[in-house]
């Protein structure tokens, strides 16, 4: 299964989810369900972060689908809400398009498997995005700006106040796909080595 077929298809049970979002428990889970977060309008083109196949089985959830969960996570540690962090999913998540174009995964010799490493030659090309608050109060994800000083004069002429927050987005991706990759091959999401799962 290719690296595209992990972020494409519905291929993680709930307990896969738990482990690969750092701070994410089965109460949020349940409460997220249950006030409706994961539901999707099909006939706006939005990519469903879950899905459940058949009317009694559990839901399963795509590589975007955990990519978005640790995106909520992330907005959480900056006093963002999950009502309002859900809404900003379809406008994030498709970044890491532009991630997987720009870096590569290589083997790592120690894991044995392929995966991405943070290469300091080109800090310039790692991307960040912005939440922003707009006049109205309503968030949105601002693209990319490789200089800062633009952006913040950018926001300021816009928005006559500047009132956003950074996301270190490829960072982000990086660590989200590493942890997808290394999961699917039986180790651990952080250190690699091998799971006692996968020993047995």
């Not at 997220?32 to 399963?60: C, I, M, N, S, T």
């Amino acid at each position: 299964m290719t690296l595209d077929d992990l972020y494409e298809d519905f291929c993680f049970r709930q307990a896969d989810v738990l482990e690969l979002v750092p701070g994410l428990n089965q109460g949020m889970l349940q409460n997220w369900k249950a006030r409706g977060y994961f539901d999707v309008d099909p006939d706006e083109g939005a990519q469903p972060l879950a899905d459940r196949r058949g009317k009694h089985l559990k839901a399963v959830w795509s590589g975007s689908g955990i990519i978005g969960m640790r995106f909520v996570m992330e907005l959480g540690r900056v006093g963002i809400k999950p009502s309002e962090a859900f809404g900003l999913i379809d406008s994030f998540v498709p970044h890491v398009e532009g991630f997987m174009e720009r870096f590569k995964p290589s083997l790592n010799e120690a894991t044995g498997i392929e995966e991405y490493t943070f290469e300091s030659d080109r800090l310039q090309d790692y991307h960040r995005v912005e939440i922003v608050r707009q006049n109205n109060g309503k968030l949105s994800v601002s693209s990319p700006e490789a200089d800062a000083s633009k952006s913040l004069m950018r926001k300021a002429l816009l928005f006559h106040y500047i009132t956003s927050v950074t996301i270190e987005s490829d960072v982000l991706f990086m660590v989200t796909l590493n942890g997808i990759i290394r999961h699917t091959a039986g180790r651990d999401r952080q250190t690699g080595t091998r799971t006692r799962k996968a020993e047995e």
